[in-house]
């Protein structure tokens, strides 16, 4: 074991060191653990800190209640306790060692032995915990494999991957956000040797899994690897569009574009054709992503080769919350992750304010025009000519267009 010392300045924040007292430290030997950690040591911004203590969680809650703090059992079965400190949450867990495995549950132990609970974390940069102090205990290498790019299991990969077969989509997972340097091939044979067994999964694990995945600045290469593995066609057999996918990743970030932030439904539909329907219900999305990118693919298709003044008004306005989304997708799919196909289209998006249009059908019923088709025929026109007058036809010309139009149909 190695013992190092992390400069990290979210170790101050007053909620943090707030629960850190409350549990006794530094008498008792509490100390965050994982991701935290792992990304204080990349630099990177920390969100959510996990901390854990040799305590009992019976312990826990009597502590965190003396000190006034609220404590909510959120996963007792599993050792853990979330402390509340000022709005944010602190998930605690008592120290842990595996008794047996299935693949997807795992009975645990309670432990004071911190390697035994490093032990059963699934990658070395996961498996490092670090006291209030900042110093940093790590077990396993995971210091070095952090800085290095390397996604490494704590342990042998098969061993590993048969206790928990989710570790499979984590490992890409991680690989998505933090690989910089070759997969190991014995880690790619074991994650293609147990892919079969992901079927054994919940739908809302293996989501779960791919959103975060897909969330990672450059993704395309993991997806290749899942692909390559055999994995991909296990979790998603759907995903039909890698090239597509690969030109996408590749315009998100052309200048075109302005270095679009990633988005995790664009890159689902641009990878996996008809994505929304029942891919979507398979893996129990929510009805407002479904949504979402039902949305986004019907502007995917209308997207205007034609970047007239007419086509684009057109096109925003009927599709302006998707359009930049749309036209990504649309490039991707011309085989130009350059972006350069609709430099005008995603400049005028960005700009662009949603006009109202001036006419109801309300008030072509006060005009006589009797309910029913003609109404909404009527309506359409009337959006059309609008539209094409750069949306500057007053509510009167277009209720004289209309009285026109019912003339027309009428005689």
Known sequence: MEIRRLDAPWLNEEPLRAVFSALGAPETDVRAVGGCVRDGILGRAVRDIDLAT??????VIERLEK???KAV???????????VFDGRGFEITTLRKDTAC????ADVEFTKDWREDAARRDFTFNAMSMRPTGEVFDFFGGWEDA???????????ADRIQEDYLRILRFFRFYAHYGRCAADPGTLEACHTYRAQ????SAERVRNELVKMLTADEPAETVRMMSDTGVLAVVLPEAKN??????????????SFQNCAPDWRRRWVALVPGGSGDVAKRLHMSNADRAAMRALEEAALHVPVDQSILAMNTFLYRYAPSAVDAALIASARAGRPDGALWPDLVKAARD?????FPVSGAELTQLGIPEGPQIGDILRNLEDRWIASGFTDSKAVLLDYARAEAAKKGG
């Open 102 to 105: 299935d693949g997807r549950h």
């Open 54 to 59: 040799p305590d009992v969680p019976d312990t």
């Open 147 to 157: 800085e290095r790019g390397a996604v490494v299991f704590v342990g042998d990969p």
């Open 73 to 83: 059992p959120t996963g007792l079965e599993h050792g853990t306790v979330t402390a």
């Open 242 to 255: 890698l090239d597509v996918f690969d030109n996408l990743i590749a315009a998100e970030g052309a200048a």
């Open 352 to 356: 662009w304010a949603q006009p109202d």
């Open 67 to 69: 000190a006034g703090l």
């Open 198 to 201: 992901l079927k054994k999964l």
